[in-house]
């Protein structure tokens, strides 16, 4: 035995997911996470964002080439985005924003070592915080 229902109309170009954020770039400076990336003006953008090693994403509606403000310099934080016409697109890729460098590292003397390759060298150096 079937059911009548009500009526469903989709209309394609209202129906499909935009593209996922892309050309994400970002930097953290004084508490505040700067974010560019590709935008179209007619999209809402959503940022989630966390502390590095926590469950909990915080979520904030954003504005393209936005600026999060409000996070502990020394902490390391997680982000991600989608954006939406209609339907919301997929999240991107977990970004990894490692702590401020606050406090001047003692650098210590770089090793220099020739390589067997001509004109090749390996540099390395050692710091502390």
């Not at 009548?4 to 129906?15: E, Q, R, V, Y």
């Not at 939406?84 to 003397?109: A, F, G, M, N």
């Amino acid at each position: 035995m079937y059911q009548n229902t009500t009526s469903i109309t989709l209309i394609p170009k209202d129906s499909e997911k935009p593209a996922t954020p892309s050309d994400i770039k970002y930097t953290k400076h004084e508490g505040q996470l700067k974010l560019t990336w590709s935008t179209s003006k007619e999209l809402e953008y959503e940022l989630a964002y966390r502390k590095a090693g926590t469950c909990n994403w915080l979520s904030v509606h954003f504005q393209p080439s936005g600026t999060l403000q409000g996070l502990e310099r020394l902490a390391a934080y997680e982000f991600r985005m989608r954006c939406k016409i209609r339907l919301w697109s997929s999240w991107t890729k977990i970004y990894h924003v490692p702590p401020e460098l606050i406090d001047k590292p003692q650098v210590y003397t770089p090793v220099t070592e020739l390589m067997q390759e001509p004109g090749k060298r390996r540099f390395t150096i050692r710091w502390e915080v």
